[in-house]
Each structure stands twice: as structure tokens, then as C-alpha cells.
């Protein structure tokens, strides 16, 4: 057997980079703590590998002297490496001595600092992941992929196994995303792939992949139509186990959404966001009541179970304001989804929700839901969202 030796900082930025398989498991499996490692000789690289039930992160390291020309590999915890890294200055050369690896033995040094042994786990007990036979689907910019899955993650509600799901949809010259929490929210970038697609993922999967280190990502998908691959050329792949269908879909949600609806309410992103913070601690469960007593005043009202209440009111713009329609009739809706409507729309500092009335009895009109749209750095979304109390 022999050595690999490891600048901590390289071996850092390859630990980070498989982070988000870390842990991330929906069974007892212990997995997803777990840390593959493999030497390359003929290309002197290191192969790191971290794989769970939903993700699987693989990536490559330097070495910093020359490998063995046997191969080494091992099965490690993840955690305790990174520990191990994150104690010591980053530009520490690590050793890892395979002398006692058939013992399930790794010893570790940083610098000439011996700092402990690793207990190895038997490799026969693990099936890493590879993925030999893909088909590309095309290239993106990774910056614009990545605002994109930030932002359609957010409206998803990974708490329930139901809402926790992201589809994804490549077709006419579009990528488009698909979200449902408080809200039913697609979101939409110019961007024509070689193959259509359709799949759906979970979103507290994809929620946990922060970032790309290439200005360009490959998405994948394995020739058996078990994982969606994101992979950036010299760095590596993040895989996402494919979901099951969700049970709104994107096609749906964009036929129900209308471009043009007759009635519209807009208000400053800033001034509601300070209405939200002053109502949030009488709210009840996180959500609030409003209504528009006149076309240019919107009243938000809060309760909760101690009788706590507090009532602030807003400056809106109107359009076809209609004192019949907009009276004293309560809506009500999500704190966190005014929040994070008010996010998308931060920098040009507005939002403004489209909405109809109910058309089968007009002699009580009522508004059902409302709709708010608009482009964020190229990125188009629509979200829909019911209001009736």
C-alpha cells in the first residue's frame, strides 16, 4: 500500500462541492455520511464520491505529490475528514496512509502532526454510482440555472411529501420550472435544450445545492431514467433521484393562469415588507387578513390565539376599482408568500396581483385567487395563489 498526499484547501473545496449528499437520507441507510475515496494513477487524480437516497455528488481532487501507481481506495466518514480540514490552516499538506487499510485502518497526518487513525468501512458493503451511460440533454449558463432553482425551491413546501417537488420542463426554446407550496409557481428562462424533457424532483434535494463552480453546467439524464445529472466539465457531477409526478403539473397550472384578468392591486415592496414585520407577532399560524376599502388603501389584519390583534394599512395602486367588489370582504393569505413574492420583485421594488371576479353569481361577487407575474433578470414566473377566507 502507499500514501496520498492533499493540500487542505484542495481537499476542502472537493468536500464542499459534495455537501449537499451529505446526510440527506429518507432511511435508515448510513450511506449518506459516508465518503468515497479513489485514486486515479494514470491521470494522477483523486475521485471523491458522496451518494444518498435522493443525491449523489462526485468529484476530483489534486494531489499534491505524485500518486501510487496502485490504486487506493476507501470508505470513510465524511464528517471527521472535514473536521480534520477545517482544524488546520488551509494550506496543510495531508497524508493518508493506506499502511493498514486491509485492517479497515487509515491513519491520517497534517504536516508531520499525527493527528489519528480512521476506521474504514469494508468496501463490499457499498455500490458506488457510476454513471457510464447518459444522454445530454444541453448546456446552460449555470448562473441563470441556479437564480432559477433558487427560486423556484423557495416556493416549494418541502414539508410535505406531497408539495416537496420541483418539476422541470424543456421544450419550445424554454426551460421551465414548477413549485407548489402556499402558492403555484412556474418560473421561465429562454433557453433551447437538444432533448425535450419532463421529469420532476424532490425540491429539499435540489433546495441544497447552493451553487456551481463553472460559468457552464451539462444536464444529464442516466440512460434508465433514474437520475437527473448536473455536471460541470474538470469539477464534477451533482445527480437528483427523479420523483414521481406531481400532482398539479406545470401543464396544468399554465392552462388555468390567464395573461390578462380585469381587476390589479400594486404596492411597494418596501412598505409592505414593514406592514408584514409589524403584523407577524399577532399572526396565527402564519397567515394574515386584508381587504380594500378604498382604490387607493389596502388594510392588513392580524389575530391569533391570545387575542392579540394589530391592524396596519398600506399605500396600493388600483385599476378598475370597484367599491362593490373590493368592500369589507376579508381575504386572507400566507406571510411567507407576501415575503417572498416581495423577494422576486426587490429591485424594481413593486409588486402587482391580477385578479378576477366570480362570474357565476355576480350578485355577491368574491375574489377565489390572484395571480402575480413578471420577468427577474430574464427569468419569467407566474404565481397564483387563493385568498378566499
Known sequence: ?????????????????????????????????????????????????????????????????????????????????????????????????????????????????????????????????????????????????????????????????????????????????????????????????????DITVKASAIKRIKGFSSDRVMLQLTDDGYFFIMKESGQGIRAIVLHSDPPITYQEFNESVEDSLPYSLAWSVDEMDSVLKAVDASSSNGYFN?????????????????????KMELNIVSSNFDSDLLSEDVFRSSLPLFRKIGILNKKVNKVEVLFNSNDEDYDTPYVEKMQAAGDINGIEYKIAFNVVN
Do not use: W
Open 290 to 310: 386584508f381587504y380594500i376599502p378604498d382604490a387607493s388603501t389596502m388594510v392588513v389584519k392580524t389575530e391569533n390565539q391570545q387575542n392579540n390583534s394589530t
Open 1 to 197: 500500500m502507499g500514501t496520498i498526499n492533499i493540500i487542505g484547501n484542495n481537499l476542502k473545496t472537493a468536500l464542499d462541492y459534495l455537501s449537499p449528499a451529505v446526510g440527506n437520507k429518507t432511511s435508515a441507510k448510513q450511506e449518506p455520511g459516508l465518503l468515497y475515496l479513489k485514486t486515479i494513477p494514470s491521470h494522477n487524480k483523486i475521485l471523491l464520491q458522496v451518494q444518498s437516497d435522493s443525491i449523489c455528488a462526485k468529484t476530483y481532487c489534486e494531489p499534491s505529490s505524485d500518486l501510487p501507481d496502485d490504486v487506493l481506495e476507501c470508505l470513510v466518514d465524511y464528517s471527521l475528514i472535514m473536521s480534520y480540514v477545517k482544524n488546520n490552516p488551509q494550506s496543510t499538506d495531508f497524508t493518508l496512509d493506506f499502511a493498514d487499510i486491509e485492517s479497515d485502518i487509515l491513519k491520517v497526518t497534517a504536516g508531520k502532526k499525527f493527528i489519528g487513525t480512521i476506521r474504514s468501512v469494508p468496501l463490499d458493503a457499498y455500490e458506488v454510482i457510476e454513471f457510464t451511460e447518459t444522454t445530454d440533454l444541453g448546456e446552460v449558463d449555470s448562473s441563470k440555472f441556479n437564480e432559477m432553482l433558487s427560486m423556484t425551491s423557495q416556493f416549494a413546501n418541502i414539508r410535505s411529501d406531497s408539495q416537496d417537488f420541483i418539476q422541470i420542463v424543456g421544450e419550445d426554446e424554454s426551460i421551465n420550472m414548477f413549485a407548489q407550496g402556499d402558492a403555484l409557481a412556474a418560473f421561465s428562462m429562454d433557453q433551447e435544450l437538444d432533448e425535450d424533457i
